[in-house]
C-alpha cells in the first residue's frame, strides 16, 4: 500500500523538502500559473466593460472603492488559505470590531480596540486549531456564530452610531487625489502582505505549512507560530475592515457583512488561491478582488438585475473552480484510467 | 508527454475561460439589453434607484412592476440596485451611482444610520435624492428633496391603536413577534407598537417578545413557544410585524385548539395572506400597506423634483386600518 | 472486492483502539446522549410547560425540516467534503416548486419536477467535486449563487400560498400525539440513511472515501460515482426538508431556507459527526438536531434573545468538536 501511495506524495515532499532552490522555483511557477488564470479573467471582464460599460473605467473611484471592499477582507482571508486553514469568522469579526468601535466614545480609542478585538479573535481560532486540533472550518464556524450574537447582543440588536459623525464622514472623502483613505489602506494592506509573503522569511514559510505540514516541521519551520500569525493577520484585517466600514457609514450595524463572507472567498479562490493551501498568491487575490469588483460594477452601470448577476457570479466562480490546473489533471487522470481500464477489459474479452 | 501536456494547459484554460466568461457576459448584458429596451423609453431622465431589497423579498417583489411601469410612463430611464440589505454595499452602489452622473438618486435605505456619507456625496456631485419605504433620520432630511412611503413607525403605532381600541381598558397580556432581528423597518414597526401601548395603554402587558424573521414557519414556532412560556391563559392578544407572521401565530393558536377569534390579534400589511384573515374574523386589524403605492410614488416623486415641480417634504402612504369593517372595500384589495 | 475490504479493515482497528476507558472518547462517542438526556431532564424540572404535548410538538416542528436537510447532507460531511451550502438554495426551490406547481398543475407535477431539480444539483455537485476533484465549499457556493439566482429570476420572487384546504395542508398540520407528520418523515429517512450508510457497499465507500481517499481510489473504487452519490443524498434530503417546511407554512418563498447550510452543519457537528470524515452515523446527526431545537426552544421560552441563541450555537459546536479533538490525540498518545 505504502508504496503504492508514495508516487502520489512524491511532488509535494519534493517542492517542500531539502531542495530549498527547487522547491522555490517550483512553487513560483505554480503561483504564476494561477496568477495567469485571474489575469485571463480579469482581461475578459475588462475588455467587455470597456466595450459595453466605459464608466467602470472613467469613474474608476467608484471601482476601486467597490474593489477595496471586496478585496481587503479577501487578503487576509488569503493569508490564512495559503497555510490550508479557513477563516470563516472574518464576517462577524467585521461586525462585532464594528460595534465595539461604535460603542467606545473615543474615536482613538476605539480604533484601538477594534483592532485589538481583530487580533484576539485569530488568536481565540488560532487556539482552537493549534492548541486542541480542531479543523479550522468548524472553529471558525462555530465562531461565526458565537461573533454574531456577540454583536447583537453588545449593540441591543440595532446600529450603533458613532459619537463623532463628522470624522467619519471626512474618511470617506479622498485623501490623495481621487483615492479616500478606504483605498490608500486597502492598497498598504497589499503592500504589506505582498512583501511579507514574498520577501519575509515569516511569510514564505506559510507556503511551506501549507504545501506539506509535516516537511514544514522536519525543515525546523515552528508551524504552530505561522498559523498564529496567519490567524491573527486575518482577524485583524477583518477587524480593519470592520474600522472602515464603520468610519465610512457613521454608524456600526450588527448585521454587517452579510455579503462579504462569500464574495471574499469567491475573490481569494478566483485568484488561484487554493482551498488545500501551499498554492496562491496575495497578488492572485488582487487580481480576483479587481475582476470581481470590476464585474459587478458593470452590470450594476448595465442594468442587470441582481439575480442575473449572482448568475454569473456563480457561473465564473464554477467556471473558474472547475479549470483549476489540478482539477483538469484530475479530469485527465481519470478519463485516462477510465479508457485503459475499458481497452484492457476489451483485450480481456 | 506529461510536460507538453502540462505546458499546453494554461493556453487551454485561458481559451476555455474565455469562451466561458464571454458566453455568461453576452448572456447578462443579452438580458439587459432587452429589459433597458423596455424600461428606458424616450428615456428623458437618468435616475438610480438605489434599493436593499428586491425579488429575493416577496415586497419588493410586488413594488418593482409598478415603479418601473411608472417610470416608463413618465419617460424615466430606471437602473436599479439591490444591496440586499447590507449597508456597506449600499454604500459602494451609491458611488457608483453618483461617479454614473443621473438625473437623480431614489434612495431606500438599507440601515437609515448609515445614509448620511452617500447623501452628502451626491450632494457635492449635485445629484438630487428622494428617499422611499424607509425615511432617512431627522437630522439628514435636509439632504433629501423628499420622501414617500409608509411611515414604519407610524404603522406600528395604528397597529397599537386597534390594539388599544378593542382592548377598551381591559387589564389584558399579550405576545409580540417581531420581523428580522436588526432590521431597520422591524425594529421602526416595534418601536412604533411598544412605544404607544407603553404610553397610551397601559392595561396592556407585553408578556414576551421574539423575532419571526417575516416569516411563517419561524413565526409559528416562535409564537407557540412564548404560548407555552407565558401560559396560554395568560394570553389576550398577539401583536405580529406583518401579515405573514401573523398567519403563522394564528396557525400557532389552532395547533393548540385555541379559537384566534377570541383573542385580540393585530398586524400590519393587508397582505393576500392577512386579508382573508380579518374577514373571516381571526385577525382583528392590520394596516394596510400598498406596495403599488410605494413603489409608483417613489417615481412620481423623482420626476416631480427633476420636472421643478414644489415637492412635500414627506408624502405618507395612507396608514389605512383594515378591519372587520371595511377589510372588503375594493380601496383595500391587497397586493402582495 | 477483496480490495474493499482491505481498506475497510484499518478503519475498524482505528474504531476498535479508540474504544479505550479515556473519559474525554467516552464524551465524545457518547457525550451528546448524556448532554442531551441532561438538558431534557433539567428543562422538564426547571422550566413550566418544557414537558407538556404542546411544547413537545414546538420542539419537533423546529427540529424536522433542518433535521432532514442534516441527515441528508451527513453523507457529504462523512465523506470528508466539509459541507453542502446549497441545500439553501435546494430547500427554498422544492418549497416554491411544491407549493407553486400544485396551485398550477397538481402535486405529481410538483413532485416530479422537484425531483428533476434534486438529480440535477446532486449531480452538478458531485460531479465538479468528484470528477474535477473541486472544492466542495467554492462549488456548493457556486450553485448557490446559480441556483437562488435563477430561482428568482424565473420566478419573480414571488411568495407562493396553498390553498387553506389541501392535501399539502392537512399534512403539514395532522399530528400523531406530539408528533408531526414531519417528525415522523425525519424519523423514517434516518433509519433508511442510516442503513444506507451501515448496510449497503456504498454507504461502506462513503466511509471508507471519508476516512481514506488515496487509498479507497487505489483500491480500484470509482470514486467520483461515491462523490456523486453523497452530493445526491445531500440534494434528496433538501427537497424532502423543502417539502415539509412548504407543507407546515402553507407558504413558499426564496428566503425561507436562509441559514440552513451552517444550521444544518452545526447540528451534525454537535451530533458528534467528525469534519475530518470518515466517521459519524446518521443517529448522531438526529441526536445532534434534537439537541439544538431543545436548546433554542429552551432559550426561547426563558426569553433570551436571537445574539444570545446565536452565541449559544457557536460555544456548543466549538466545545463538541474541542471534546473530540482533545479524545482524539489523547487516543494517539
Known amino acids: 500500500m505504502t508504496a503504492l501511495k508514495s508516487p502520489i506524495k512524491k511532488p509535494n515532499v519534493a517542492s517542500q523538502g531539502g531542495l530549498a532552490g527547487f522547491g522555490r522555483q517550483f512553487r513560483t511557477v505554480m503561483a504564476r500559473r494561477t496568477e495567469g488564470r485571474a489575469l485571463a479573467l480579469l482581461l475578459v471582464v475588462g475588455i467587455i466593460a470597456a466595450i459595453f460599460e466605459p464608466l467602470v473605467f472613467t469613474s474608476y473611484s467608484a471601482t476601486l472603492g467597490r474593489i477595496a471592499l471586496i478585496g481587503l477582507v479577501a487578503l487576509g482571508l488569503a493569508a490564512v488559505i495559503l497555510m490550508g486553514e479557513l477563516d470563516l469568522s472574518v464576517a462577524s469579526t467585521l461586525a462585532v470590531a464594528g460595534v465595539v468601535m461604535a460603542s467606545i466614545d473615543s474615536l482613538p480609542l476605539g480604533i484601538a480596540a477594534a483592532l485589538l478585538v481583530g487580533l484576539v479573535i485569530g488568536v481565540v481560532n488560532a487556539f482552537f486549531v ?155 487575490t488582487l487580481l480576483g478582488a479587481t475582476s470581481l469588483g470590476i464585474l459587478q460594477v458593470a452590470l450594476t452601470l448595465s442594468g442587470v438585475q441582481v439575480d442575473v448577476q449572482n448568475i454569473v457570479i456563480g457561473l465564473v466562480l464554477l467556471i473558474a473552480v472547475i479549470t483549476d490546473p489540478n482539477s483538469l489533471r484530475a479530469v485527465a487522470g481519470s478519463a485516462r484510467s477510465f479508457l485503459q481500464r475499458r481497452s484492457r477489459s476489451q483485450a480481456g474479452g | ?80 440596485t439591490n444591496s440586499q440589505y447590507d449597508a456597506d454595499k449600499q454604500a459602494s452602489e451609491c458611488e457608483v451611482a453618483v461617479a454614473a452622473k443621473p438625473d ?126 407565558v401560559g396560554a ?98 380601496d383595500v384589495a391587497p397586493e402582495w | 472486492m477483496t480490495n474493499n475490504i482491505a481498506v475497510g479493515t484499518p478503519a475498524t482497528n482505528n474504531d476498535l483502539l479508540e474504544r479505550n476507558n479515556n473519559i474525554l472518547d467516552w464524551l465524545s462517542q457518547s457525550g451528546i446522549f448524556v448532554f442531551t438526556f441532561v438538558l431534557i431532564l433539567v428543562a422538564s424540572v426547571a422550566i413550566d410547560g418544557f414537558a407538556s404535548l404542546a411544547n413537545i410538538t414546538d420542539v419537533f416542528n423546529r427540529a424536522a425540516p433542518i433535521g432532514i436537510v442534516a441527515v441528508g447532507m451527513t453523507f457529504v460531511v462523512i465523506s470528508a467534503n466539509y459541507l453542502d451550502l446549497s441545500v439553501v438554495a435546494q430547500v427554498a426551490t422544492a ?35 468528484g470528477v474535477f476533484k473541486a472544492n466542495a465549499v467554492i462549488v456548493t457556493l457556486a450553485t448557490t449563487f446559480i441556483g437562488l439566482g435563477l430561482l428568482r429570476w424565473l420566478t419573480g420572487g414571488s411568495i407562493y400560498f396553498g390553498p387553506p384546504e389541501s392535501l399539502i395542508r392537512s399534512f403539514g398540520t395532522t399530528k400523531i400525539g406530539p408528533f408531526p407528520l414531519s417528525m415522523l418523515v ?42 456523486i452519490g453523497a452530493f445526491m443524498i445531500s440534494s434528496f434530503g433538501a427537497m424532502i426538508g423543502g417539502f415539509v417546511l412548504a407543507a ?53 421560552l426563558s426569553g433570551l434573545g436571537f445574539g444570545y441563541q446565536q452565541m449559544a450555537i457557536g460555544s456548543l459546536i466549538v466545545a463538541a468538536v474541542a471534546i473530540d479533538a482533545l479524545a482524539r490525540k489523547a487516543t494517539a498518545l
Not at chain 2, 379559537?259 to 392590520?286: A, F, K, M, Q, Y
Not at chain 3, 411544491?98 to 446532486?122: K, Q, T, V
Open chain 2, 233 to 330: 391563559e395568560n394570553i389576550q392578544g398577539v401583536y405580529a410585524a406583518d401579515d405573514t407572521m401573523v398567519a403563522g401565530a394564528i396557525d400557532a393558536l389552532k395547533s393548540r385548539d385555541i379559537d384566534p377569534s377570541g383573542l385580540i390579534i393585530t398586524s400590519i400589511g393587508n397582505t393576500l395572506l392577512g386579508n382573508p384573515l380579518v374577514i373571516s374574523g381571526e385577525l382583528d386589524g392590520t394596516i394596510f400597506q400598498s406596495s403599488s403605492w410605494d413603489g409608483e410614488n417613489a417615481v412620481v416623486l423623482a420626476h416631480d423634483v427633476l420636472t421643478g415641480k414644489d415637492v412635500e417634504a414627506d408624502l405618507f402612504m395612507p396608514s389605512v386600518k383594515v378591519t372587520a369593517d371595511n377589510a372588503e372595500a375594493a
Open chain 3, 95 to 129: 418549497a416554491v416548486v411544491l407549493i407553486g406547481m400544485s396551485n398550477e398543475y397538481n402535486i405529481i407535477a410538483a413532485f416530479a419536477l422537484a425531483m428533476l431539480i434534486a438529480f440535477a444539483y446532486g449531480l452538478v455537485n458531485g460531479l465538479a467535486v
Open chain 1, 130 to 284: 493549534m492548541g486542541f486540533g480542531i479543523n479550522s472550518f468548524i472553529a471558525t464556524l462555530g465562531m461565526l456564530f458565537f461573533l454574531r450574537g456577540s454583536a447583537f447582543v453588545l449593540s441591543g440588536e440595532e446600529p450603533v452610531r458613532l459619537t463623532n459623525r463628522d470624522a467619519g464622514i471626512a474618511f470617506g472623502k479622498p485623501l490623495i487625489g481621487p483615492l479616500t483613505p478606504r483605498m490608500l489602506l486597502f492598497i498598504l494592506a497589499f503592500i504589506i502582505l505582498q512583501v511579507f509573503v514574498t520577501r519575509v522569511r515569516i511569510g514564505r514559510e506559510f507556503y511551506a505549512v501549507g504545501g506539506n505540514r509535516e516537511a514544514a516541521l522536519d525543515a525546523g519551520i515552528p508551524v504552530t507560530r505561522r498559523i498564529f500569525t496567519g490567524f491573527m493577520i486575518s482577524g485583524f484585517v477583518a477587524a480593519l475592515a470592520g474600522v472602515i466600514n464603520t468610519l465610512e457609514r457613521t454608524a456600526a450595524d450588527p448585521t454587517a457583512g452579510s455579503t462579504v463572507l462569500l464574495a471574499s472567498f469567491a475573490a481569494a479562490i478566483i485568484g488561484g488561491v487554493l482551498l488545500t493551501g501551499g498554492r496562491g498568491s496575495i497578488f492572485g
Open chain 2, 104 to 229: 437623480l438618486i431614489i434612495l431606500w435605505p438599507a440601515i437609515g444610520d448609515t445614509v448620511r456619507p452617500c447623501l452628502e456625496a451626491a450632494k457635492d456631485a449635485g445629484i438630487p435624492v428622494t428617499a422611499t419605504n424607509s425615511d432617512v433620520n431627522p437630522e439628514d432630511k435636509d439632504l433629501i428633496r423628499g420622501y414617500s412611503g409608509p411611515d414604519t413607525y407610524g404603522q406600528g403605532k395604528a397597529s397599537a391603536e386597534i390594539m388599544c381600541d378593542q382592548a377598551g381598558g381591559a387589564d389584558i397580556g399579550i405576545i409580540v413577534v417581531n420581523g428580522l432581528t436588526g432590521n431597520s423597518t422591524a425594529i421602526n414597526r416595534r418601536d412604533g407598537f411598544v412605544e404607544h401601548v407603553e404610553g397610551n395603554c397601559p392595561n396592556i402587558s407585553i408578556l414576551a417578545e421574539q423575532p419571526g424573521d417575516w416569516n411563517k414557519d419561524t413565526s409559528q414556532i416562535a409564537a407557540s413557544e412564548m404560548i407555552t412560556a
Open chain 3, 186 to 227: 425525519l424519523i423514517i429517512m434516518a433509519l433508511l440513511l442510516s442503513l444506507v450508510l451501515t448496510r449497503t457497499n456504498f454507504g461502506f465507500l462513503v466511509r471508507s472515501y471519508g476516512s481514506n481517499r488515496d487509498a479507497t481510489r487505489l483500491a480500484g473504487v470509482n470514486t467520483a460515482l461515491v462523490v
Open chain 3, 248 to 300: 407546515f407554512s402553507n407558504t413558499a418563498v426564496s428566503s425561507m431556507s436562509t441559514g440552513y447550510d451552517f444550521e444544518a452543519l452545526a447540528a451534525i457537528i454537535v451530533g458528534g459527526t467528525s469534519v475530518f470524515g470518515g466517521r459519524g452515523s446518521v443517529m448522531r446527526t438526529v441526536l445532534g438536531v434534537v439537541f439544538v431545537s431543545v436548546l433554542t426552544n429552551i432559550m426561547v
Open chain 2, 1 to 80: 508527454m506529461k510536460r507538453t501536456m502540462r505546458k499546453q494547459l494554461p493556453y487551454k484554460l485561458a481559451l476555455l475561460l474565455i469562451g466561458a466568461l464571454a458566453f455568461a457576459a453576452c448572456g447578462g448584458d443579452g438580458d439587459s439589453d432587452s429589459a433597458d429596451g423596455g424600461a428606458s423609453g424616450d428615456g428623458d431622465y437618468q435616475v438610480y434607484a438605489l434599493l436593499p431589497q428586491g425579488n429575493d423579498q416577496p415586497y419588493g417583489t410586488t413594488y418593482l412592476p409598478p415603479m418601473e411601469a411608472k417610470a416608463k410612463e413618465l419617460g424615466i430611464e430606471l437602473t436599479i
